[in-house]
């Protein structure tokens, strides 16, 4: 199984990865992205659902905390009527995207996705304080939850 995560700024020239953004003069409370998360080779996240990615990382990050705690968790996105769920299924976990002009679901092995969003989330936080510094301390505390992810992945 493959789960590939990465963090996307939207530019007038398109979409940018983070790590090649050399810096951020745009609005610090909205900054315009996108979160890919594909599970072989399947899109869950993509370009066409971009928001203010800097409010949509903790959400994805709650949704699947409050999954992994009571079984089932979900948010929308910031700015728009589509709703991400988490939903715990043994070692597996159903993520879908609902509201969208096409709703998504995958499932994926739990600790393997629970990896990988860890990692995309935790280097968002270091590439979003590293353009827009001290915004960290509005996400501190999904960043703890995703360190934990790969420290100790809910089996």
Known sequence: MSVEVKTYLRTPSGPVHIVDVQRYDGDAAWVPGSIVLNVDGVELLSHDLWDDVNWLWPLVVQAVD?????????????????????KSQGSRMLLTVKGSSRDRSVSADRVELLHALGAGALAFFVELERLVPGSAVITSKEESIARGWLEDPPG
Do not use: C, M, N, W
């Not at 992994?68 to 769920?85: A, C, H, K, W």
């Open 66 to 86: 409050e999954s992994l705690r009571t079984g089932s968790g979900e948010r929308y996105f910031p700015d728009q009527p589509i709703l991400f769920g988490a």
